[in-house]
């Protein structure tokens, strides 16, 4: 979803504002103007500028003395006839990022818009990393089996388009570092790869942290937040698990993706989304559909192209390239030199993965700990006793009589152990929604 920037002009000078916005619209800008602050507001409760060129003298009121507010929301070019060194430094102090006297020129006016643009994208991208960056320096497809070809091809098909795209596949079969891949091989690879975990958090939370809130839209909140959206505006939302969002967040992004626009939570304007979205599951949405529990509509809008990924179980012979690449991203490993016997090696390619690729990464981490100093890895060093292909025996003891809360937390505790505490998976075999899952967990303090 691609957008021109949205700029309003707040200029008394009507000759001045019209040629302002003649201008900014051969640039290519979308625009609006204003000719005083109360036009200007209402046009705010509308729309939200992606940049704010205002005179610093208005009839109804001295810019300099709303510019903080005004900035803190708003990139902010001031312009003014009055020009002086005090009056830009006290400009640019107050929240500005640039000042323009009059007269200029279309050049210069053109030159100063395309900057503040520029660094407002920046700023935001700084915060978001700041706020949200997480290394992860096994984030890498490894392996050249058939299948592995298969979706390294479809990735390639639809990275250059600015289609929806689902992807599915089981509990840790990598389904991020797919979605990260289509990002970092689209023309929005510059720009931010926004993970959001649709299975962690409450409506309303959910909401406000997508779609951002506006100061008094609940309780606590204090000042106007962007929301995820906005973090990735040019770049690509990521929705893991996306099967578990509530109905009331469905229709609102249904609406996403149909018009590319809006609302924070609290708010009357509508807000324009220029984000390529991603979408995750390791659910089956066309069932829950047709059981009144995924809306269609919003199923048939994410599947414009979906792509599965196979679980490792259908891909063992990328297992070696996959235990190699494990131990070089390991810093232990790395110490003392770490390998795999053959007869481990043997072990594992021979090994049923319930939790995929990222039971294979925690159960070579595991290895490599029990291993010691010793620069071998062997079969003892790995605790596989099949239990995972045996899904149906699980054994509870008791020394009493015990109540069904007893049985319940016990029960969950043995399936964390037993699948090395992989959500989705145990909820598929106790036949409830992850997000349930998270809330017996929450409930017996098993987190």
């Known amino acids: 979803m691609t957008s021109k920037p949205f700029l309003l002009v707040v200029e008394d000078d009507r000759l001045l504002n019209r040629l302002l916005l003649e201008d900014l619209k051969r640039m290519g800008y979308e625009v609006e103007g204003a000719h005083n602050w109360a036009e200007a507001r209402t046009l705010l409760g509308r729309r939200d500028p992606s940049l704010i060129i205002t005179d610093v003298r208005l009839p109804d009121v001295n810019t300099m003395d709303i510019l903080p507010t005004l900035a803190s929301e708003h990139p902010v070019i001031v312009l003014t006839a009055y020009s002086t060194v005090q009056e830009a430094v006290a400009a640019m102090k107050a929240g500005a990022l640039e000042y323009l006297a009059k007269p200029f020129n279309p050049d210069e006016l053109e030159l100063k818009v395309e900057r503040v643009l520029a660094l407002s994208a920046m700023q935001r991208d700084h915060q978001f990393c700041k706020s949200r960056l997480r290394p992860d320096p096994n984030a890498l497809m490894v392996g050249d089996s058939p299948a592995m070809a298969e979706v390294q091809h479809l990735i390639d098909a639809v990275a250059a388009s600015d289609a929806t795209v689902l992807v599915l596949g089981e509990s840790g079969s990598g389904k991020e570092l797919v979605a990260n891949a289509i990002h970092a091989r689209s023309p929005r690879a510059a720009r931010n ?66 018009t590319g626009q809006y609302r924070r939570l609290g708010g009357v304007r509508d807000l324009q989304a220029n ?12 069932q829950m559909g047709t059981e009144g529990r995924f809306r269609m509509d919003l199923y048939y809008r994410l599947t414009a ?32 030199s770490k390998r795999v016997s053959p007869a481990a090696m043997r072990l594992l390619m021979d090994y049923n993965y319930p939790g995929n690729v990222r039971e294979l990464r925690n159960m070579i981490e595991r290895a490599v700990i029990l291993s010691g100093a010793s620069e071998e890895i062997r079969p003892e060093h790995f605790a596989l ?33 037993k699948y090395d505490g992989h959500r989705s998976r145990i909820a598929e075999i106790i036949g409830v929604s992850e997000r349930n899952i998270y809330r017996l967990l929450e409930k017996y303090g098993l987190k």
């Open 385 to 417: 006793d099949g239990a995972a292909e045996r899904p149906g025996q699980v054994e509870l003891r008791f020394e009493h009589d015990p109540s069904l809360e007893e049985i319940e937390k016990r029960y969950l505790e043995t399936l964390l152990n």
């Open 275 to 286: 984000v390529r979205i991603v979408a995750a599951t390791n659910r089956d949405l066309m």
């Open 193 to 258: 790869f926004v993970a959001v975990d649709c299975c962690t958090l409450q409506e309303k939370l959910f909401e406000s942290e997508l779609f951002g809130h506006e100061k008094g839209a609940f309780t606590g909140a204090e000042r106007q937040k962007p929301g995820l959206i906005e973090a990735a505006s040019g770049g690509t939302l990521f929705l893991d698990e996306i099967g578990e969002i509530e109905p009331a967040i469905q229709a609102k992004l249904l609406r996403v993706l149909e």
């Open 305 to 336: 192209f979906s792509l599965r990924i196979p679980p490792l179980r259908e891909r063992l012979q990328d297992i070696p390239k996959l235990v190699q690449h494990i131990l070089a991203h390991h810093d232990f490993s790395r110490r003392y």
